[in-house]
């Protein structure tokens, strides 16, 4: 069992392959954080716990005179505000009397096979053939009657804890919670580095490194989604932490919504880590005998550096999170209409598109964005989703149906979650957009955001989506999701329940994608937020695939890429190959390099092939043929960033190895060049030391340990943004 208790030693002790996670129980009955690292065969810790009489650490009233035992300095799994302990809590709450503590002592446990269930929201699954196993520890405070459930679900095989948490009002009287944390993790000491990835539209998921300092430092979004601002995912490394060496921690949290990742290095230089939703703008009323479930938060420990940390959360997103069945097939190679027409088309132009990219070897056509509702533009025709026969005459049935006649399958797009003012369903309904009362709404691209916090809205979409999805004949569907929320005012909810308004609006999402997306299996469904405004564990959940960025931009694309990779699978990144000057930054790449950094995802185009010359059609061609030969390593392999496109700035380089390392794929792009220039060479990484390899289109044979400690040389050859793939094979 990956779980277990010692009572000798009151001792949590959970085990993954690689990693320890302990918790004991304090003689007062506080539950205490003891390590998290690599395994160990020891189960009393207790020696690591240090008590000295301190200035300004208060001591519970339990304790009596023994003034070392404060919890402002020990390591603790959940940690209530006002308790003594001024760290950043795990809980702020205001119970039935008014009172604002949470004195919850540890009052049992139950160890039971498989993963803990999320109720309403996405979370990993596993059963007890994988060693899956669920850890639930009850803290109770007798006082306020509230009762705290951490849940700790062991995935023994693949290195992961995911953690939640259920707070539970057995009061009398309705209890307000104003930050419940999907997960407390305190360290002993902080000489650590953060890593976290920011950005902005078009720009997402940059990575940073920054050393711990005394102070707090938090990233989170309060927009409503999780943001291209910065994702709700995390690293904390040892300073000399590189790809391959040294230990880190990766806090991954599976919610959609506003969130808050805080670190906090206290005076006695320990270090805090909080993860789950933001507190600002929340607020949930819990009646007596409701309760309220935190999302999911999943952990990893790497021993081995930031690639070993990044493999197990590809393994397990592609494994147990993931439910569609496309996340272990290859998807269609498609081409997508926006960057090829934007709004402006009709069923003419549109199917001349589809029949240039079917000669192309393009295998599905995707219709994007106008083609329903009064669209012509981004100002109307939001929640009208039936089709505009202006500008498509024939009909969706009709055009699907001669799309499939020359042999591509067909997809569509769709953003269910919002509506135009300009739009049928607004005139009829506009009470169901969030919208504070007696206030104009905020709009976001000329849109407003529909309230999902209410059933009725929920349910209309879910009628309506899938009534879109059995007229028609689709076999893929983009749901986008194009703007911030800015009001979290719900016309059904008293005023004492707005501040639940962000996270109901997540629950009702979760509800219409458990009733659309779910319900069809058969068709690969895409996520997207103005490309990757919400790339998160949860949307992984539904969709196997994301639109990484609305930046096709194939240099900025490395490294947007490049940050993705941390914590997701390479299948969950789409990517496309558009027209050059590129429309984000006016850049031009050659076509070959903008298929090199698009290979490195789900790889499609997102242009009008019917303007490519003679030649460009055949590069693509080739691009197609080569993809197909590699899909399979690059959907299921191990991923390796061979660069730091931050560090390296001549060249950015990566590569996929597939399982049994019989086959390589490296893709390299030239970002700078100078005069001269010095030989730079490309050590590789993942392969088999003792094989021998042949490089496509070289002669003779490398041994795999040859090609990673002495690697390949970068041809010198190449020019600025030129770009290069190094097919390996194992003989
Ligand atoms: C934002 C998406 O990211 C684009 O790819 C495109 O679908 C537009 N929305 C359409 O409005």
New binding site residues.
């Given amino acids: 069992m990956a779980v277990r208790y010692n009572a000798d030693t009151k001792t949590f002790i959970l085990e993954t392959a690689n990693s320890s996670y302990l918790m004991e129980v304090s003689r007062y009955g506080n539950l205490l954080h003891m390590y998290y690292g690599a395994r160990i065969p020891d189960e009393d810790l207790d020696y690591l716990l240090t008590f000295q009489d301190r200035g300004f650490s208060p001591n519970p009233n339990e304790v009596g005179n023994d003034r070392t035992f404060s919890l402002d300095a020990l390591p603790q799994e959940f940690s209530s505000d006002r308790s003594g302990d001024y760290r950043n809590p795990s809980v702020e709450l205001v119970w039935g009397e008014g009172g604002t503590a949470f004195s919850g002592k540890v009052a049992g446990y139950e160890i039971s096979p498989g993963a803990c269930v999320i109720k309403g929201m996405p979370g990993l699954s596993g059963g007890p053939k994988e060693n899956v196993d669920t850890l639930v520890i009850r803290l109770e405070d007798p006082v306020s009657r509230v009762e705290v459930r951490l849940a700790y679900t062991v995935f023994e095989e693949k290195d992961v804890i995911a953690r939640s948490v259920i707070l539970a009002n057995y009061g009398t009287k309705p209890l307000r919670l104003e930050k419940l944390m999907s997960a407390t993790l305190d360290f002993r000491d902080s000489d650590y580095d953060l890593i976290y990835f920011t950005g902005r539209h078009m720009m997402e998921r940059e990575m940073r490194r920054i050393p711990i300092r005394d102070g707090v430092h938090s990233v989170g979004s309060s927009r409503g989604t999780s943001s291209h601002q910065y994702n709700p995912f995390a690293i904390l490394c040892e300073p000399d932490c590189g790809e391959d060496h040294g230990q880190c921690w990766g806090l991954s949290l599976v919610y959609s919504g506003n969130f808050l990742i805080e670190a906090e290095r206290d005076q006695y230089r320990q270090l805090r880590v909080n993860a789950g939703i933001h507190p600002k703008g929340f607020s949930f009323l819990l009646e007596p005998g409701e309760e309220f479930q935190a999302p999911q938060l999943i952990l990893a420990w790497s021993g081995q550096g930031l690639t070993r940390l990044s493999h197990i959360y590809h393994r397990i997103f592609r494994e147990n999170l993931c439910r569609s069945p496309y996340r272990k097939k290859l998807r269609p190679i498609l081409l997508?209409s926006?960057e090829a027409a934007y709004f402006d088309f009709d069923d003419e132009k549109i199917l001349s598109i589809a029949e240039a990219a079917a000669d192309m070897g393009v295998e599905m056509f995707v219709l994007?964005?106008g083609w329903f509702g009064k669209r012509d533009d981004?100002c109307s025709g939001l929640g009208d989703w039936t089709v505009n026969r202006k500008k498509l005459n024939m009909g969706l049935s009709e055009l699907s149906r001669r799309i499939h006649g020359m042999g591509l399958k067909f997809g569509i797009?769709v953003?269910p979650e919002m509506v135009s003012e300009d739009s049928d369903l607004y005139r009829q309904h506009p009470d169901w957009c969030l919208r504070e009362p007696g206030r104009p709404a905020v709009r976001g691209r000329y849109q407003l955001v529909l309230d999902l916090s209410r059933k009725d809205v929920c349910d209309y979409l879910i009628e309506s989506m899938n009534r879109l999805l059995k007229e028609m004949d689709v076999e893929y569907v983009?749901w986008?999701m194009?703007r911030s929320l800015a009001e979290a005012w719900s016309g059904l909810l008293g005023r004492e329940r707005q501040g639940e308004v962000f996270h109901r609006y997540i629950l009702g999402l979760y509800y219409v994608m458990d009733h659309v997306i779910l319900s069809h299996p058969e068709i690969l469904f895409c996520g997207?937020?103005?490309?990757g405004g919400r790339y998160d564990p949860a949307m992984l959940y539904y969709q196997p695939q994301i639109?990484c960025s609305?930046n096709t931009d194939a240099v900025n694309r490395l490294k947007i890429q490049y940050g993705t990779s941390f914590a997701y699978p390479i299948s969950s990144l789409e990517s496309h190959v558009s027209v050059c000057p590129n429309h984000q930054t006016g850049r031009t790449v050659p076509l070959a390099t903008r298929g090199v950094t698009a290979m490195d995802g789900v790889f499609g185009y997102e242009l009008d092939p019917t303007k490519m010359s003679a030649g460009e059609k055949e590069v693509c061609r080739e691009q197609i043929r080569f993809y197909k030969r590699y899909g399979k390593v690059i959907m299921d392999g191990d991923y390796y960033r061979l660069t730091n496109p931050y560090e390296n700035r001549y060249f950015t380089a990566w590569q996929h190895v597939s399982q049994d390392k019989k086959k390589s794929l490296v893709g390299l792009v030239i970002t700078d060049k100078e005069g001269n220039e010095a030989q730079r060479y490309l050590k590789l990484k993942g392969l088999e030391p003792d094989a021998f390899y042949r490089i496509e289109g070289r002669k003779g044979k490398f041994s795999g340990r040859l090609l990673m400690s002495a690697g390949i040389p970068v041809p010198n050859g190449l020019g600025e943004y030129d770009g290069l793939q190094i097919g390996l094979k194992m003989i």
């Avoid at 997207?528 to 490309?531: E, L, V």
């Fill in positions: 997508n926006w994007d964005d981004d797009w953003e983009k986008d194009n997207c937020s103005g490309g639109w609305d």
